[in-house]
């Protein structure tokens, strides 16, 4: 069993707010209504390629939740089995779907159990939609049998707006020119250029210089990319 301690452990706490939909509003919409009305209870699976905002939007709910004083617990395939799900949950998460292993799959199928059992909300993600998971039958069932949701990564323009957001978050600058060249050079992944740019605070701070592309390639030599 794995429940989350408030505040959530991750380096940013993501949020709604801090969430460019783009084309993925109505999943957005979804998940902050989750929990109100007679379907309350049936799954939520989200889906789409890395980079699209499943983590964030998992981390944003369950972060909204344990604000409001809910418990909530959290799997993965990386997570030793057996899952226990604790009936003082309101909401159970699962994410990675498209990697659970044999173990994990009868392990998730048994959580699902126990969440109807509880009446424990339960929001699933993976790359894949449900069709396509290589899972045993009985959990994709499961897991197509709510809403399914495709999420759309984020054009160029709403990437940019969302680096800029959180930039200007941490109090950073972020130049046209530094922009084009995360862009340029690197996949939009969104996770994957908000590290990034979490590394080039700390060097910017630490060089106690401004970003700029010439003390980013430097940062970058420096590690080694």
Not at 107 to 125: G, K, L, N, S, Y
Not at 135 to 153: C, I, K, N, Y
Request: proline share 6%.
């Amino acid at each position: 069993m794995k429940q989350i301690p408030l505040p959530i452990a991750f380096e940013r706490v993501p949020s709604f707010d801090g969430f460019v939909p783009g084309a993925n509003a109505a999943a957005v919409q979804h998940l902050r209504r989750l929990g109100r009305g007679s379907a309350a209870l049936a799954p939520l699976y989200l889906w789409g390629p890395q980079g699209s905002g499943k983590t964030h939007l998992l981390q944003a709910l369950v972060h909204e939740r344990q604000l409001a004083g809910e418990r909530v617990g959290w799997f993965n395939a990386a997570d030793p089995v057996p899952w226990e799900v604790d009936e003082g949950w309101t909401l159970l998460v699962m994410d990675d779907c498209e990697r659970l292993d044999p173990l994990h799959q009868q392990a998730a199928f048994a959580a699902f159990i126990d969440a109807a059992t509880f009446q424990v909300q339960v929001v699933a993600a993976g790359r894949v939609p449900p069709v396509d998971l290589p899972v045993r039958e009985d959990l994709r069932t499961r897991l197509a049998w709510g809403d399914v949701f495709a999420l759309q990564p984020l054009a160029e323009h709403e990437a940019r707006a969302t680096l800029q957001h959180e930039a200007q978050r941490r109090g950073i600058e972020l130049t046209d020119d530094v922009m084009d060249y995360l862009l340029n050079h690197f996949d939009r992944d969104l996770k994957h250029l908000m590290a990034l740019l979490d590394r080039l605070d700390g060097f910017a701070l630490a060089q106690r210089r401004a970003v700029t592309v010439p003390l980013l390639r430097r940062m970058l030599a420096e590690e080694g990319a």
